[in-house]
């Protein structure tokens, strides 16, 4: 009878979010996942809210990673992966993976093997980078959502999968031709249905959805 010997862990991840999750899924037995309140041994990235990385990072110096995008900690690293994780493997194949300070190149290759693209990020620019991350992740999840719920609040149930269709078609033809991909009464400069679209939303949708349309002019 054949015996496997089993792999032992290149380093762990403390944090069992939707991050930790993912990423110890997607890596198996490269890495161990445990819990916050752990103390392993060897190289340590840190899945963790920002609330909690100060404090974590001073535990493991000069052995941890951490994942924020938006905070510098110095003396600890940070590999952040531009995505939005839902605690599953997936394809992250051509995802950029902003780097700041000295990442162990065992690390950088673990996250090259599952399809991230590294690039140096420096730490001056991190806040502009992750404000940039979360306009167009939470804040237009948040756009998406609000149209949704002022519809319904007037009776209107789109039916299918809703909004999403144009959300998803919207994408394809910004990342096909960039800026030439947007479309709508903004770009076409109709100025009358966007004064009669804006007088149907409530504030402050009204002036998010003015600001918005020509914020890029």
């Not at 890596?27 to 963790?48: C, I, M, Q």
């Not at 535990?59 to 941890?64: H, L, N």
Request: with cysteine; aromatic share 6%; charged share 20%.
């Amino acid at each position: 009878m054949r015996h496997t010997i089993p792999m032992t862990p290149e380093f762990t991840i403390l944090g069992r979010g939707r991050a930790g999750r993912a990423l110890a899924a997607a890596w198996g037995p490269r890495a161990a996942l445990l819990d916050h309140g752990a103390r392993p041994e060897g190289l340590v990235l840190l899945a963790v809210p920002d609330r909690a990385l100060e404090r974590l990072a001073a535990e493991f110096p000069g052995r941890c990673v951490h994942l924020s995008g938006s905070l510098d900690l110095p003396g600890a690293p940070c590999a952040h992966p531009l995505t939005s994780f839902d605690g599953r493997a997936r394809d992250w194949t051509g995802t950029p993976l902003a780097i700041t300070g000295a990442v162990p190149d065992g690390l950088r290759r673990a996250f090259g093997d599952l399809g991230f693209v590294a690039f140096d990020l420096p730490a001056e620019l991190k806040p502009l980078y992750h404000a940039a991350a979360v306009l167009s992740s939470g804040h237009a999840a948040s756009l998406w959502l609000g149209a949704e719920s002022l519809l319904r609040a007037r009776g209107v149930a789109l039916p299918g999968r809703g909004l999403l269709p144009l959300a998803e078609a919207t994408l394809r033809n910004v990342a096909a031709h960039g800026a030439a991909g947007r479309t709508g009464p903004f770009v076409r400069g109709d100025e009358a249905t966007i004064a009669r679209d804006a007088e149907a939303l409530p504030e402050p949708w009204r002036q998010i959805f003015l600001n918005l349309g020509r914020s890029l002019g």
